[in-house]
Structures are given as C-alpha cells and as structure tokens.
C-alpha cells in the first residue's frame, strides 16, 4: 500500500491573501446590488412581525402539541418513546398512576426545552397514542429568560393546531 502525495495549492503570495477569491465575491455581490437596485419588484421582503409568513403548508413543524380526549385529559400514557426518540434529549416526562380507566399512566410533569429542541419530529413518529403533534404553525417563540422556552404540559394542551394548516 503505497502512500499518495496530494501536492498543495496556494504557495503564491497572491493566493495566500485570498485576494481574487475576495474580489470575485465582491463582484458577484455588486452585481446583484445593482440588478435589485434598477428593478425592486422582484424583491420579496416583509415587514416582521407585523405580517406573519403566509406560505407554511402542513408538513412545517411548529412548536409541540399535545393532543387531548374528547373528555378534555391528555391522550399521553407516559410511555417516554418520545422522550427516548429524542436526538437533542430535551422531552423530560415524570409519570404518575392514573384511575380513571382511559390508561395505566399519565405525565404528572411533561416539559420540552424548545432551545434544546431541534425539531426533527422523531417524537411525533415514536408516539404509539398520536398524543404528541408539531403541527401547531407556531415558528416563532420569544422570551427574556431561558426559563420561559421550558414549556410544560399545561402550555403544550392549550397549544391548538393552526386553521391555517387546518385547512390546507
């Protein structure tokens, strides 16, 4: 097995400072400066967050849902495969009993840290009871504190699916 020489590029002085690479750029970039600046019509902007992106369709991932029975009680049996699908581990569920016959277990706490979430939707796939659902419209969430983007379980039942994606 032989060993193979890649010889290196760039010994010049002039592509060691990167300088045509940087002119190109500035180039490409002036080009397009000048192109939007003769003809504004083709440019797309809104003024956020006064006017909200209308072009979300069904399969956008929003902020988490949990769904509920027609009795008002949540559908999640604390089951943790939401929990344990988690690529970022930011689902934390603490189960308790539950009496009235729907199920064995209910969340006594269920919290999602939306900062650590990277809304891959695995949790949505690994629900066995459809309890848990993305697909609120939600894609923007503020706070002041990392605190406030802990969401709990009360949050995440009062969470609605949008009626914009409810009737596309």
């Known amino acids: ?25 500035m180039k490409t970039t002036f080009k397009h400066f ?8 083709n440019l797309r902007t809104m003024s956020y967050p ?21 009795d008002g009680s949540e559908k ?10 988690c690529p970022a581990n930011c689902i934390f569920i ?16 269920f ?14 796939e690994a629900c066995p009871c459809d309890a848990i659902r993305m697909d609120t419209g939600i894609f923007s969430f503020t706070g002041s504190s990392r605190e406030e983007f802990v969401v709990d379980k009360d949050y995440l039942m009062s969470n609605e699916r949008s009626k914009d994606l409810n009737d596309g």
């Open 94 to 109: 603490d189960a308790q009993e539950r009496f009235d016959g729907v199920a064995e277990k209910r969340p006594k706490q």
């Open 76 to 85: 999640c049996v604390a089951c943790y495969m939401c929990a344990t699908a």
């Open 1 to 25: 097995m032989g060993i193979k020489i890649v010889p290196r590029h760039g010994k010049s002085l002039k592509d060691k400072l990167y300088l045509p690479a940087i002119a190109g750029g």
């Open 34 to 41: 000048v192109k939007n600046l003769k003809d504004t019509s």
């Open 111 to 124: 919290k999602i840290d939306l900062l650590e979430c990277v809304y891959c939707g695995y949790c949505v």
């Open 50 to 70: 006064e006017v909200q992106p209308d072009d979300l369709n069904e399969r956008y991932r929003g902020v988490h849902r949990l769904t509920k029975w027609d």
